[in-house]
């Protein structure tokens, strides 16, 4: 009977330190996706469009031709002017998300102010590639 309650004892343990090794984990991969938003974002800021559509996801340059996102991105950033300020609102992890293969995501939340849209809201989510870097896979602006 004592071994039998050492085992449990000691498989709730491990239990307990594999659920705080995840939530360390996906912080980690938080603080990684947040990273890899803010390097996509100065290039969109320095109108770099080409190489922000380089720097998205494999899914995402599978569905948006690099034409597209140049005149998207053009039109948008055109209308709204430069970036005046830059806050992080929150970056939340998901495993799934609407309309899009269960993978590794960061929904990440922006409280911006553009020279032409004061009150924005920048959504950027980066998704972990098979390689293991975070890349950007959906972008917008409310």
Do not use: C
Request: a neutral charge; charged letters at 20%.
């Amino acid at each position: 009977m004592r071994t039998v309650t050492r085992s449990f004892i000691a498989a709730a343990a491990l239990a307990g330190a594999a659920t705080f090794a995840h939530a360390q984990s996906e912080a980690e991969m938080i603080k990684a996706a947040e990273a890899a938003s803010l390097s996509w974002l100065a290039l969109l800021d320095a109108t770099d469009y080409a190489g922000s559509w380089n720097q998205t996801s494999t899914l995402f340059r599978s569905k948006v031709t690099q034409a597209h996102w140049d005149e998207a991105a053009q039109s948008m950033r055109g209308t709204f002017g430069p970036v005046l300020k830059r806050t992080l609102s929150s970056a939340q992890f998901f495993k799934t998300l609407p309309g899009a293969p269960d993978g590794q995501y960061v929904v990440i939340q922006y409280d911006t102010a553009f020279e032409h849209k004061a009150g924005a809201v920048e959504t950027v989510t980066p998704m972990r590639e098979a390689d293991g870097t975070w890349k950007v896979g959906g972008y917008f602006v409310k």
